[in-house]
């Protein structure tokens, strides 16, 4: 279920690639590991148990939804709903899949309307997403006119599910997801005409190398997407928490948009600039049916929603991009 052929075969076609192309079986058999994912068995179970549905209807443009429940049996409603369960916690979506609504605990949907407004046109063009979670963003990218995406995740768990829904929503589409971190990418790809890094650069402890390696992926010309979280500030400004922050023990800079963007001017790309800036509200990121842990409401201080539990500034997001010269 998890089958990387038509990607493998697709890349010989795409030169600047090539040169991935030599090491990303070994590296997917790496980062596919069952040493390292203990669970993983389970998982390719739950894919290889999903039932066979011809969807309908397909929509990636603005929701993803596939099919509607009259393409299936009740059996075959239940069986699925009973797969997909077996993979949460289900964190990025929604997806709508035969009129199951899987209710995730990000409203990704709404970063991608804060997101796409920015994005030079998608059409025709090579995507490339960092961090891309179970790659919801890289099918709305699909569904905006990318000619191929790739998104990149070292958590096997995201890659499961996105192979689970590629099922119905279409294995021979050109979007994929390598179980993989950005420390696999070559250095001086310069392969990808736009790079998503959304949600990732805080987790990183040398934020600076994130950046340069983002500019390495990206062809002469091409554009960056950055999202991250930030502070109110002046240039210069930014937080490193020394414990956690809002629960989260790998948090390590939290700049001001001005020190981001000098950050971005300093690494090498034209032209960056704040083009968002959004206080993640409870309803964005909370608690549902199909992630039952923890969430932003426990994240915060109850007494004042304005600080996380720690007493930092609560998470302010903001979305940036830049141009590789
Ligand atoms: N070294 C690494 N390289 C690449 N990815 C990594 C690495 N380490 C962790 N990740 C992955 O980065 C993702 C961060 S989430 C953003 C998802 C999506 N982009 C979103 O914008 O909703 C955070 C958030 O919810 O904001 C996780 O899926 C990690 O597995």
């Excluded at 090539?18 to 997917?28: F, G, I, K």
């Excluded at 443009?61 to 709903?81: I, M, N, T």
């Excluded at 096997?156 to 294995?171: H, I, N």
Aim: aromatic share 10%; hydrophobic share 40%; glycine share 6%.
């Amino acid at each position: 279920m998890i089958d990387y052929t038509q990607l493998y075969a697709a890349l010989q076609h795409i030169p600047a690639l090539r040169p991935w192309l030599a090491q990303l079986p070994d590296q997917v058999a790496e980062g596919l590991s069952p040493h390292r994912w203990g669970d993983l068995p389970d998982w390719r179970a739950a894919l290889d148990a999903l039932p066979d549905i011809a969807p309908s209807s397909i929509q990636l443009e603005d929701k993803v939804r596939v099919g509607s429940a009259s393409d299936a049996s009740q059996d075959q409603l239940a069986e699925l709903e009973k797969q997909l369960r077996k993979l949460h916690p289900w964190r990025k979506g929604p997806w709508d899949v035969f009129d199951l609504f899987i209710d995730t605990e990000w409203r990704s949907d709404w970063k991608w309307e804060r997101v796409l407004p920015h994005l030079e046109p998608l059409q025709n063009r090579l995507v490339l997403d960092v961090g891309c979670g179970n790659g919801y963003h890289c099918w709305r990218s699909l569904g905006a006119g990318a000619r191929r995406v790739i998104g990149i995740d070292p958590s096997a768990k995201f890659v499961a599910q996105f192979y689970a829904l590629k099922k119905y929503l279409g294995e021979e589409k050109p979007v994929d997801l390598l179980p993989l971190g950005i420390e696999a990418l070559p250095p001086g790809l310069q392969a990808f005409d736009t790079t998503f890094s959304m949600g990732v650069l805080y987790h990183r402890r040398s934020p600076m190398d994130h950046l340069r390696e983002l500019r390495e992926t990206l062809r002469p010309g091409g554009q960056l997407i950055l999202e991250t979280l930030v502070i109110d500030g002046a240039l210069g400004d930014c937080l490193v928490p020394e414990g956690r922050y809002a629960k989260m023990r790998n948090v390590w800079f939290i700049p001001s948009c001005a020190t981001l963007e000098s950050w971005l001017r300093k690494c090498g790309f034209d032209n960056p600039r704040t083009v968002d800036l959004d206080t993640t509200n409870f309803g964005e990121q909370r608690r549902t049916d199909w992630m039952r842990f923890e969430s932003l409401a426990d994240f915060l201080d109850p007494e004042s929603p304005d600080k996380t539990a720690e007493g930092h500034p609560a998470p302010k997001r903001a979305v940036l991009v830049a141009n590789t010269p």
